[in-house]
């Protein structure tokens, strides 16, 4: 089970990330870091240039313009669930509880946005963000509604999104896992799940231990996140990676992990491979356990990504 505090514990910790690292708002990038060399997770990514902080709007009353002909159909979003955005980035962080949390997650899906200049940058984790700001009163801008860009291309493409990102804290961050999640189950976090605490660590199987195995349905892993997965660990030298679906009984409990087959022994070192077992979470919604194991160890389990 995956509990609130620790949920909010990791989501601060890339809060930090972004803190500490200044981005794009002008359109340039760095000579070592473009928006699509985004695969590359063992380099530290170089400080680019401050941008300029967006500050929230306290109630927005502003007016949606028409997208271009070309574009896609008009989703105006729900200007009262924007407002009510606004209002709550207005309290302080320190006064910002689970309350104040549930409330944001829960009106941020149907909430219109404005989109960024450029739309994408690169977080500090070296992933792609769509950039989103809450509209200023009065102002015209083209909606972006989270829940619409979910379905439409975020999850497709494998983009995060980041709201009011600035030359310092953000106002909010969704990992791709993140909008998976909302995908699939309607919410952008899962507490209760039969997923287990186990780490990213190889895994051993003990002797005698009653496992099932399987594939992950398009209900855990659709046919989109795993080819994202595909080619993140092709870009990294896995070769053939693999996946299974791992349910395990251990008297009356019963857990299930996610397993790939990666080992330390296919990385130069042993934090390599950790690094790249923790930067693949990155796909995957934040209640998932991602172990990694043999294949020898597992008869007719893993089936190719």
Not at 161 to 176: C, E, F, I, M, S
Request: proline share 8%; hydrophobic share 35%.
């Amino acid at each position: 089970m995956l509990s609130f505090g620790i949920i909010i514990e990791r989501i601060c910790a890339l809060f930090a990330k972004f803190e500490m690292r200044k981005r794009y708002t002008d359109g340039t990038q760095s000579e070592n870091m473009g928006l699509f060399d985004i695969f590359n997770k063992t380099e530290a990514v170089k400080p680019t240039e401050a941008s300029k902080k967006a500050e929230p709007a306290p109630k927005p009353e502003a007016t949606v313009t028409k997208p271009e002909p070309a574009a896609s159909p008009i989703v105006l979003g729900d200007l009262e669930k924007t407002q009510t955005i606004s209002a709550l980035l207005a309290v302080p962080r320190e006064q910002r509880n689970e309350e104040w949390v549930n409330r944001f997650l829960a009106d941020l899906p149907q909430a219109s946005f404005r989109c960024g200049t450029p739309q994408l940058i690169a977080g500090p984790d070296g992933f792609p963000y769509f950039q989103l700001f809450v509209p200023q009163p009065g102002e015209e801008y083209q909606s972006y509604v989270i829940e619409e860009m979910i379905g439409g291309f975020l999850v497709e493409r494998g983009y995060g999104v980041v709201l009011n990102p600035g030359a310092g804290h953000p106002d909010w961050v969704l990992t791709y896992g993140d909008l998976l999640n909302y995908q699939l189950n309607g919410s952008f976090f899962t507490l209760d799940s039969l997923f287990s605490n186990s780490s990213n660590a190889e895994e051993e199987v003990p002797e005698g231990e009653e496992l099932m195995v399987g594939q992950p349905s398009d209900l855990i892993l659709p046919a989109h996140t795993r080819k994202l997965l595909k080619d993140f660990f092709e870009l990294n030298g896995v070769a053939n990676p693999k996946v299974m679906l791992m349910m395990r009984k251990n008297g009356e409990n019963v857990s299930q992990d996610l397993a790939f087959n990666i080992t330390p022994e296919g990385f130069e070192t042993e934090t390599h491979y950790r690094n790249m077992m923790q930067t693949v979470t990155w796909y995957l919604p934040r209640h998932y356990s991602v172990v990694g194991i043999h294949e020898d160890r597992v008869n007719d389990g893993f089936m190719p990504l």
